[in-house]
T-cell receptor, first 115, second 112 residues
Framework: EDQVTQSPEALRLQEGESSSLNCSYT??????LFWYRQDPGKGPEFLFTLYSAGEEKEKERLKATLTKKESFLHITAPKPEDSATYLC????????????????FGQGTILTVHP | DAGITQSPRHKVTETGTPVTLRCHQTENHRYMYWYRQDPGHGLRLIHYSYGVKDTDKGEVSDGYSVSRSKTEDFLLTLESATSSQTSVYFC???????????FGPGTRLTVT
């Protein structure tokens, strides 16, 4: 069974205090790993897709990295507006069939950045 | 922002009544999905569609049905709502090349 575990469940940072969020996954094969940001009362917003180990993607203060068993979302010098829930999801490969983009999501990390 | 709307945005209904949620997209994406999001469970896939009139079950499909008669619309129906179906429901779309999904704003459903 495909599984995605995110840690920590919640993270409180001071403005400017860099840190990382972790997404560990267990899948039979990986087509892609996705990071989303979700603000309270809104739908998840797509951030990054990573396809293979060693790949990195950056957007403003965020950088996502991927290994064969986990992904990290590094937040450099965060600001209060970075406060949100960050979700990780995997798209498993399905030998012999198609998964039609069925993603498995982790439960998210709630990030709070204090000024 | 991806052109995805959901209606209604909020609904309160009584146990045993039928409820239909609508997802409308203007992106002409082939794939559409319905999720529910609950504390402690994260996002869970209810049903998905891979084309007009082509749908299949997700991991939590019991008590739900879907229909897709046009590319742009994907309907989720609770035939007889129960309190366990109180949740926030999200629709998502994907064009199927890179498989990233884009989400709608959500519908908060309360079953009393």
């Amino acid at each position: 069974e495909d599984q995605v575990t995110q840690s920590p469940e919640a993270l409180r940072l001071q403005e400017g205090e860099s840190s990382s969020l972790n997404c560990s996954y267990t899948v039979s094969g990986l087509r892609g790993l996705f990071w989303y940001r979700q603000d309270p009362g809104k739908g998840p917003e797509f951030l990054f897709t990573l396809y293979s180990a060693g790949e990195e993607k950056e957007k403003e203060r965020l950088k996502a990295t991927l290994t064969k068993k986990e992904s990290f979302l590094h937040i450099t010098a965060p600001k209060p507006e970075d406060s949100a829930t960050y979700l990780c999801a995997v798209h498993p490969s399905n030998a012999g069939g198609t998964s039609y983009g069925k993603l498995t999501f982790g439960q998210g990390t709630i990030l709070t950045v204090h000024p | 922002d991806a052109g995805i709307t959901q209606s209604p945005r909020h609904k309160v209904t009584e146990t045993g009544t039928p409820v239909t949620l609508r997802c409308h997209q203007t992106e002409n994406h082939r794939y559409m999905y319905w999720y529910r999001q609950d504390p402690g469970h994260g996002l869970r896939l209810i049903h998905y569609s891979y084309g007009v009139k082509d749908t299949d079950k997700g991991e939590v499909s019991d008590g739900y049905s879907v229909s897709r008669s046009k590319t742009e619309d994907f309907l989720l129906t609770l035939e007889s709502a129960t309190s366990s179906q109180t949740s926030v429901y999200f629709c998502a779309i994907s064009e199927g090349n890179s498989w990233e999904q884009y989400f709608g704003p959500g519908t908060r459903l309360t079953v009393t």
